[in-house]
């Protein structure tokens, strides 16, 4: 790195020299720079004869004790007597997350007290910048230097414009999935990481946020349109109140990302490219969840975990998202797949009597249910009319148990399930970074789908703004979108599936797993997700 682009980047140094030049008599002074995650040991020495000069060293060091460079920061606030408040407000973080960094710094050093940790970091030099130093009671050397009188500094330079990001979340008696509140809280998360990390591009990062009903939500969008949005990201809604949503942003360029996998909002994107080509689907659609189901049915039969009695399947379809020809496609799948129809019906989410529906599910005995996408609320009052029946049938369903509480909630109704989703967060170090945050910020767990997904597309946005550098450029950012694909928590967004919807790993031809979502099946067992495939 050059010396010209490292002070640009730590400008505080640079105001410390110049504090240094204007005092009468020479200064000597070592702390800690964590700019940018990376940890430092700073020297500098002036001297009060003519000529002055100012020496800064720099060099790579270890920090004591195993603390990470936040919690450096940390204990330079508590050093300094700021509560557990003023620290988050210095720091650009949350009250909780202050109070934890602060814990894990009495527990790494072995101390008790705050008055013990301001003796530790003044003994070991550990003072650590970028803090509001006005704020601290820093070292005599350090705060002698930092209460000189400065040169007049040159003008900041101009800002970019900042870039603002529309939100729009289902509110009202529609809103039944706790998912929506994960959602909304992982892009949230999402975008106060890119705040502190200086935006994409350096460009700051705003966001209006409207929770609308069905019936709200195609105002709510023209509103965030209208009103300079450079992106807008939706919630799940009803498939009908988003399509209409959707026809009445045609035409208006401002890129569109959404999670919902009712088939016709690809469709229309697909028959309508160049008025809806703005519009991005994270996900497959809801007819890769019985392709998957199906293919899952089969490795466990051919494994021998799973002995069914027959070949008889029954079919429980919603009819908000699954049309009659695409119903017709996926009954020709069962058969195509060697098993035989005992039940396929249409169901409604909403008004459907489900005693009625077991009743003639246990007439037909099938082997397994394929149950569509239902609210945890529906799906509740499906197992509870189907306990008899899951005694002897594997029960299948998706998405609903990605919600985080899900088996607390539903208790032994949840025990034997299985459950797939076509956009979903696996184990690795990606997503137990993301869980860790999100659990400090919101103080409870991200689940295992809604909330890493949003959170997930607000960084996709942010990649596709740095590479084109202006957010107002839609169509460079939407080109970016279809041809770069990115990896996330939740897995790869390609949007090179038909209708610029997310991939779905085998079902769509895709031939690298890596560049599309696997087809993840679980199954609860004793109050725990099991991932089976």
């Not at 814990?103 to 072995?110: A, D, F, P, R, S």
């Not at 939706?234 to 988003?242: D, F, V």
């Not at 039969?301 to 919603?318: D, H, Q, Y």
Request: with cysteine; hydrophobic share 40%; aromatic share 6%.
């Amino acid at each position: 790195m050059s010396d010209r682009r490292f002070f640009a980047e730590r400008p505080y140094l640079e105001d410390l020299a110049r504090r240094a030049l204007a005092r009468a008599s020479d200064a000597s002074l070592s702390f800690l720079d964590s700019h940018g995650g990376s940890l430092m040991r700073v020297t500098l020495e002036a001297t009060s004869t003519l000529p002055r000069t100012v020496r800064l060293e720099t060099g790579a060091c270890q920090a004591p004790y195993g603390l990470t460079a936040r919690e450096l920061q940390v204990a330079t606030c508590m050093a300094g007597g700021l509560t557990t408040p003023e620290i988050a407000a210095a720091l650009g973080c949350t009250r909780r997350t202050a109070s934890t960094h602060a814990e894990h710094v009495l527990t790494k050093c072995g101390l008790r007290s705050r008055a013990a940790v301001a003796t530790l970091i003044t003994a070991l030099q550990a003072h650590t910048l970028p803090v509001p130093a006005e704020a601290l009671v820093l070292p005599p050397a350090l705060a002698e230097v930092l209460s000189s009188t400065p040169r007049p500094p040159s003008p900041p330079p101009p800002q970019p414009h900042p870039i603002t990001v529309g939100l729009i979340y289902p509110d009202g008696p529609t809103a039944s999935g706790v998912d929506h509140l994960h959602m909304r809280q992982g892009a949230l998360l999402a975008l106060d990481e890119l705040e502190q990390r200086g935006g994409p591009a350096g460009r700051r990062v705003r966001f209006a946020l409207r929770q609308a009903t069905p019936d709200a939500l195609p105002a709510a969008l023209e509103e965030m349109i209208v009103s300079g949005a450079h992106a807008v990201l939706l919630g799940n809604q009803p498939a009908q109140a988003a399509r209409e949503a959707l026809a009445l942003a045609a035409d208006a360029g401002t890129p569109i990302m959404h999670s919902m996998i009712a088939p016709s909002l690809t469709d229309a994107v697909f028959h309508n490219p160049r008025t809806l080509g703005h519009v991005f689907q994270a996900t497959a659609d809801e007819s890769s969840y019985l392709r998957g189901f199906l293919r899952t049915l089969g490795r466990l039969k051919t494994s021998g975990s799973w002995r069914p009695r027959g070949r008889r399947l029954a079919l429980l379809l919603r009819r908000s998202t699954i049309t009659e020809v695409l119903s017709e496609d996926l009954r020709d799948a069962v058969s195509a797949a060697g098993w035989d129809l005992a039940v396929a019906e249409s169901v409604d989410e909403q008004h459907t009597s489900w005693e009625q529906i077991a009743e003639r599910l246990e007439e037909a005995d099938p082997d397994a249910v394929f149950l569509s996408v239902m609210p945890e609320p529906v799906l509740r009052r499906f197992l509870e009319a189907t306990t008899e029946l899951r005694s002897r049938s594997l029960v299948h369903t998706a998405w609903a148990p990605t919600t985080p509480g899900f088996t607390e909630r539903l208790g032994p109704l949840a025990e034997g399930l299985m459950w797939s989703t076509v956009v979903g967060v696996r184990e690795s170090s990606v997503s137990d970074v993301f869980a860790q945050r999100y659990h400090a910020a919101y103080g409870v767990p991200p689940g295992l789908g809604a909330a890493a997904v949003h959170y997930d597309l607000v960084h996709v946005l942010a990649a596709a703004w740095a590479a084109v550098d202006r957010p107002w450029n839609h169509l460079g950012v939407q080109r970016y979108l279809r041809s770069t694909p990115h990896h996330g928590v939740a897995g790869t967004y390609s949007f090179s599936g038909r209708g610029q919807r997310g991939l779905a790993y085998p079902d769509d031809d895709a031939t690298d797993p890596a560049l599309a979502h696997p087809h993840l099946t679980y199954r609860i067992r004793h109050g725990r997700h099991r991932l089976l495939t």
